[in-house]
């Protein structure tokens, strides 16, 4: 799978947007981006995957940059409960349902 | 739906003694993975199933640990004999394969994880 860079960390105030952003410049046509997040003490949770297309959930929105070497997963109003490391995981569709490849990811603060 | 379930959710043992770490999936899930957590090397999967039949297993670290899937409900991860180096958060996942339009996947759904000690 490609490699993906994402900040160390990054902060947010409490009901403002945060975009949280990934580069994949080595993303292959097969690629499907993913973000996952993990709160603290808990173990990670998906939040939304896309391969071409901007997505939204009841999560967040993902936005995929037109020649895809780039992505944002925006939450469009933070919470105290969105304090969480976010990461972005590039899944080749043509490969299996395992490897889901962890990097570092974003720590996201969010102040009251 | 409880969810992924993990027992114990801490362990503290000192170093030689077996460890058996144990996994609910979500029912209906074929695919069952095992991760590992630490400071230094992040998280890292160890093994994952489908079917109950192991799939790719090149991510467990060496012969100390072995993995069993006997039935669709059940998994275990043993360490034989531990030491403070395996120290780490183990976490296991479930995802179905069903409904996942084609080159796509479904989400993994991730237990609350099994602190592990080793003294």
């Known amino acids: 799978d490609a490699k993906t860079t994402q900040p160390n960390s990054m902060e947010s105030n409490e009901e403002e947007p945060v975009h949280l952003p990934c580069n994949h410049s080595t993303i292959s046509g097969t690629d499907y981006i993913h973000w996952y997040r993990q709160l603290p003490s808990q173990g990670p949770e998906y939040v939304i995957h896309g391969l071409t297309s901007n997505v939204n959930n009841r999560m967040a929105s993902l936005a995929i940059a037109e020649d895809r070497k780039s992505s944002t997963l925006i939450l469009h109003r933070a919470t105290l409960r969105d304090a969480a490391v976010y990461y972005c995981i590039l899944r080749d569709y043509g490969g299996s349902q395992g490897n889901l490849i962890f990097g570092k990811g974003t720590k996201l603060s969010v102040k009251p | 739906d409880a969810g992924v379930i993990q027992s114990p959710r801490h362990e503290v043992t000192e170093m030689g003694q077996e460890v058996t770490l144990r996994c609910k999936p979500i029912?209906?899930?074929?695919?069952l993975f095992w991760y590992r957590q630490t400071m230094m090397r992040g998280l890292e999967l160890l093994i994952y199933?489908?079917?109950?039949?192991?799939?790719?297993d090149s991510g467990m670290p060496e012969d100390r640990f072995s993995a069993k899937m006997p039935n669709a409900s059940f998994s275990t991860l043993k360490i034989q004999p531990s030491e403070p180096r395996d120290s780490a958060v183990y976490f296991c996942?479930?995802?179905?394969?069903?409904?996942?339009?084609?080159?796509?996947?479904?989400?993994?759904?991730f237990g609350p994880g099994t602190r592990l000690t080793v003294l």
């Open positions: 029912s209906g899930h074929d695919y």
């Open positions: 199933f489908n079917n109950n039949v192991p799939i790719d």
């Open positions: 996942a479930s995802s179905s394969s069903r409904g996942a339009p084609l080159g796509s996947y479904n989400e993994q759904f």
